[in-house]
């Protein structure tokens, strides 16, 4: 199937709406807000993942947008999310602005170059956004989570550990939601949205099979930045 390349960034938006990957108002708003191309200078306007060095990628927008839909209702104005494995900041920036002005969108990253080059993305069209403290980029070992600004409305994964991370459960505010793929590399991976309820019951569903990158180790990941 041939992937969809818009002329530009509001022609990508329009045809995400219009096959269906964005089915609300909200992701169609807080996704025409955020210039893809402020975050890729590769092929920004197509529907398809694009390398950003240091063995990773910015996902495929349609698959943004499906990881917005899952967590629409956990993403309102006050919410608190985290968004592991956050690159270039883009998805990080889209949860930000449906959390709404009294809320707070943390971005963790363990590649500090990839950290400090999402700022710079950022700061060219939502500047706002670091300054006031919606968005919090830092550079860490995503699959511990981030505690000091948790616990979570909605959490986000953006590459496959082997199990679930304890720590992001852990992280998981009562009433909250977890989606994130799971699986080995090279093998069979599944997205799957992890639901906790009020009382701290955790309910797991499986929702399709995926291919994303491992959440791994940085020693791992990019071996070539040690030598």
């Given at each position: 199937m041939a992937r969809f390349s818009g002329a530009n960034h509001k022609e990508l938006i329009n045809h995400l709406r219009d096959t269906g990957?964005?089915?609300t108002d909200r992701i169609y708003d807080a996704m025409m807000a955020v210039e893809r191309g402020d975050f890729t200078k590769s092929n920004p306007c197509t529907d398809a993942p694009?390398?950003?060095?240091?063995?990773t990628t910015i996902s495929a927008p349609h698959m943004h947008a499906h990881?917005?839909?899952?967590?629409?209702d956990k993403l309102q104005e006050g919410s608190r999310a985290l968004d592991v494995g956050s690159g270039t900041g883009y998805l990080t920036v889209c949860m930000a602005l449906m959390?709404?002005?009294?809320?707070?969108?943390?971005?963790i990253d363990h590649i500090q170059e990839l950290v400090e080059s999402s700022v710079k993305n950022v700061k060219k069209q939502h500047y706002d956004l670091l300054t006031s403290g919606r968005v919090i980029l830092i550079n860490g070992?995503?699959?511990?989570?981030?505690?000091?600004?948790?616990?979570?409305?909605?959490?986000?994964?953006?590459?496959?550990?082997?199990?679930?991370?304890?720590?992001?459960?852990?992280?998981?505010?009562p009433g909250g939601r977890l989606v994130l793929p799971v699986g080995p590399r090279g093998g069979k991976q599944v997205l799957q949205r992890h639901d906790k309820s009020p009382n701290g019951k955790l309910v797991k569903t499986e929702l399709m099979n995926v291919i994303y990158g491992?959440?791994?180790s940085v020693d791992n990941q990019c071996p070539d930045l040690w030598k």
């Open positions: 990957s964005i089915k694009q390398s950003v060095g240091y063995s990881a917005l839909e899952l967590l629409s959390c709404g002005e009294s809320g707070k969108a943390v971005g070992e995503g699959r511990d989570g981030y505690a000091e600004e948790g616990p979570y409305d909605a959490i986000h994964v953006g590459a496959a550990p082997d199990v679930v991370p304890q720590a992001l459960l852990d992280q998981l505010k491992s959440l791994t």
